[in-house]
């Protein structure tokens, strides 16, 4: 009886907040469509200009910039989030694993803004001294990125790391190979689902992270040329100018987050089909 009140009142919950996602799903596409249908769904993709006095709304140039950054973030983190996983599950030792582990818990628990204040005061002058340019710009908030995706990846990456069966890494060793053969060729092969895993979620914070991109990307909405040039990403266009839209530009602003939405669903799909279909 009370297993089965237990699971009823799980059932509940889980119905309660799906249809709390349902719900925002259907307010976010409902105060979208005012502007898809007055602006179109092409001009509102491809259209190359953010010009919201003049009612001109193309998001091409923000859902490229957000791109943009979160794949140069997830290229300057994943190297050291592998290589980091690796040494602390196959090579470290107890002490330093036990050293290692709350130092990746507090880069977990930083908020974004404190994110922010070091790309602003510590970043934004080194690359403008040293590279030229304002400072703030695509390559100044994919550092802060990059960081700030280190311990989702790490993490998931030293999971699935460990979870790779303990008589795989006893038979390749039994075969003949060395220690990093068998991580080479064992572990990292089998632990490929869960890594990637870990990258696409990575992946889905940068491309959704608002407060810190905000302070240093620049927030010029352009097609940029290099990467020191300001550009300005859905996330921070939301929240740059949702305070004052009104009208058509209030449902514009809606229909940039339904945009920034689908993105994050669809890397949520890539993951889960990794998961389930690579691996050992």
Sequence with gaps: MNEKLIENGLLFITLILTLIIGLMLFFLISQSMPAFGQIGFQEMLAGLKWLPDMEIFGTFPMILSTLTVSFLALMIAVPLSLTTAIYIEEIASDYVKELFKPIIQTLAGIPSVVYGFFGLTVLVPLIRENLGGTGFSILTAS?????????TIISLSQDAISNVAFDYRQASLA???SHFQTIRHIIIPCALPGIFTGIILGLGRAVGETLAVLMIVGNVAQIPNSLIDPV???ASNIALEMGYAMDIHYNALFASALILFAIIIVLMLISTYIQHKWGC
């Excluded at 550092?143 to 311990?151: G, R």
């Design 143 to 151: 550092i802060v990125l990059a960081i700030m995706i280190l311990p």
């Design 175 to 177: 075969l003949g190979s």
């Design 232 to 234: 300005r990403t859905l």
